[in-house]
């Protein structure tokens, strides 16, 4: 059955009135491939941390995904668009087109603000054809640096430069994916800002819960590298293998987890970084899908990110804020938050030999270690807050809607920062010591 034909809310009570004209709430809807991973958690906070006074938010999706449930447990509508696929499948993506234009068509949303690579390109031609007056969409990454093969890289890059007067507004959710957007043509110079991909903070320990490395069998003695991330190509889980083994033989006893899940495509892969563990004779636990990986990751002597891209990464962020010492790839926006010596140390991607060096380090120093574990932690709290993220998303929307300013963004009026191209507005976030915005 066609999930589109979901039942609408019931009849809303205007919100504000203006000298007798009543005004009703701005109708927003978020189009997104898969509600999952870091781009799935960024659009359900953006969807919760909207003010329900002055927004109606609604979220489409392909169907599947415990993000999907949390958001209609806390009152987001959301419809599952059965024939969006993460894969191109040009059958199911002109089904997918179809009743994408007929969901907008029948709401009369506002607002359609798009996120990942298919949802990008679906949605944004869909609100076109369906006449939505204004269009947002957000680079978490890019999506053709998910093809394997060159000419995929192209024919993906290129759908995406033939979206991109689609649009009103984009954002990028570092200074670096910003850059990006703008040389690849991709996103016009004056219409992309840099909006950093919040976490839940509350749900994050400052520091090792304890009870961790009790439930993992564990002892306190023991150092542990882990990682947290879905096991996808993109996430070069055999890089982390193949580093593990490197830091087990010159630091033998060390404890190596993987925290995350394996989508249905890469179950293959989940299966060869099993057997390539087992064949370099190192000791990984996989833990599968875990709600509370902010806690596991917790106890993380050093966290570890090996991803071939990746926009900032919504496990990276989570470490740094629990004050975990950091080693990551130098890739796309992960050098905007973690800068070597500071915050963490970087190494080239598709080098697991590099990104041992740098374990082997914080594991032999770790006052300096704990040091950039706090750089960090600080950084992404003072950076990171859902508040935030959502307040300037709010900015934007009204900049692009003409609203005077306080009549929809009023809870943002005590930012200060840039527009990532230079030009200055009021009430924008100001990314702290990192590189500059150009």
Known sequence: MDDTRSVAPPALEPAASVDGLRIGRVKLLHVITRLAGGSGGNTLLSSLGMDP????????????????????????????????????????????????????????????????????????????????????????????????SARGQEVLLALDRMCRPLADAYVGVAPQIVREAIELRLAPVGRIWVVPSAVELDDIPYGPDPSIRLELGIAEEVAVVGTVGRLVAQKAPLDFVRMAAMVNEARPGTRFVMVGDASLESVPLEERTKEEARRLGVDVLF????????????????????????????????????????????????????????????????????????????????????????????????????????????????????????????????????????????????????????
């Open 53 to 148: 006074s002055r927004y109606e938010v609604w979220v489409a999706a392909m169907p599947g995904g415990p993000l999907l449930e949390e958001a209609e447990g806390a009152g987001v509508t959301c419809v599952r668009v059965p024939h969006l696929r993460e894969k191109i499948s040009p059958l199911s993506d002109l089904l997918a087109l179809w009743q994408l234009v007929g969901l907008m068509r029948r709401e009369r949303f506002t607002i359609v603000h798009t996120h990942s690579a298919k949802a990008g390109v679906l949605g944004r031609l869909a609100a076109r054809l369906a006449h939505v007056p204004v269009v947002v969409h957000t680079f978490h990454s890019f999506g053709f640096q998910s093809s394997s």
């Open 287 to 438: 833990t599968g899908f875990r709600a509370d990986a902010p806690r596991i990751a917790s106890m993380f002597d050093v966290f570890v990110i090996t991803s071939l891209y990746e926009g900032l990464g919504r496990g990276l962020t989570e470490a740094m804020a629990s004050g975990r010492a950091i080693a990551a790839t130098a890739v796309n926006g992960i050098p905007d938050v973690v800068e070597p010596g500071s915050t963490g140390l970087l190494a080239a991607p598709g080098d697991p030999s590099g990104m041992a060096r740098c374990v082997i380090w914080l594991l032999d120093h770790p006052e300096e270690a704990r040091r950039m574990g706090a750089q960090a932690q600080q950084r992404v709290r003072s950076l990171f807050k859902p508040s935030t993220m959502c307040s300037m998303l709010d900015e934007i929307y009204a900049e692009m809607l003409g609203a005077p300013e306080g009549s929809l963004a009023g809870r943002g009026s005590h930012l200060n920062g840039h527009h990532p191209n230079g030009r200055t507005r009021d009430h924008r976030l100001e990314w702290p010591e990192g590189p500059s915005e150009s």
